[in-house]
């Protein structure tokens, strides 16, 4: 099954932070920010004279996701991206401000996101740069981190950090 939600800061009353069981299983997170002025207008406007959800139709068939689905898998991911996504993994866990690391299911997810970002960007295989792009939203809600570290500091000191593979023609 496939599930999209929201998460409100823990600052918010009454909101208390996932279990790390819970936040290891969901593929990634994404941090929209306020909407901006003509955002926050078009969603006033939407709801004026009712719910657009009311009307909302398919954009994509059952069949569709599923092909889609199937496409990604048939992205190739090189053991040289492999192995970087090993070592990138390794590199969070080295880090002293970590105390609770990706998982290996962490890593899976990093791999199947890739594999989705490189068929979406016309690729039927995964480049470093695919990985690197992917690691914070992938990984940084994973982390538990230990006093005032921040887990985007960290993996980015990370991606930068860790050698990219080597290139050959695919």
């Known amino acids: ?28 997170s994404a941090e929209m920010g306020p909407p901006t002025d003509e955002e926050a207008m078009e969603v006033l406007a939407s709801r004026e004279h009712g719910d657009p ?65 490189a068929l979406f960007g016309g690729r039927d295989f995964v480049l470093p740069d695919d990985i690197e792009r992917l690691v914070q939203p992938v990984l940084a809600h994973r982390l538990g981190m230990r006093g005032r570290a921040k887990a985007a500091d960290v993996l980015a000191e990370v991606v930068t950090a860790v050698p990219l593979p080597p290139l050959r023609q695919h």
């Open 1 to 28: 099954f496939f599930v999209i939600a929201t998460q409100n800061p823990v600052e918010f009353h009454g909101t208390y932070p996932l279990p790390e069981s819970q936040l290891d299983r969901f593929i990634l």
């Open 53 to 117: 959800i009311a009307d909302l139709r398919p954009v994509v068939a059952l069949e569709e996701v599923v092909e889609l689905q199937e496409a990604c898998l048939r992205v190739v991911v090189a053991p040289a991206i492999r192995a970087y996504v090993v070592a990138v993994l390794n590199a969070v866990r080295a880090r002293p401000e970590v105390m609770l690391p990706a998982s290996m299911r962490a890593g899976l997810y990093l791999q199947r996101a890739a594999q989705a970002w």
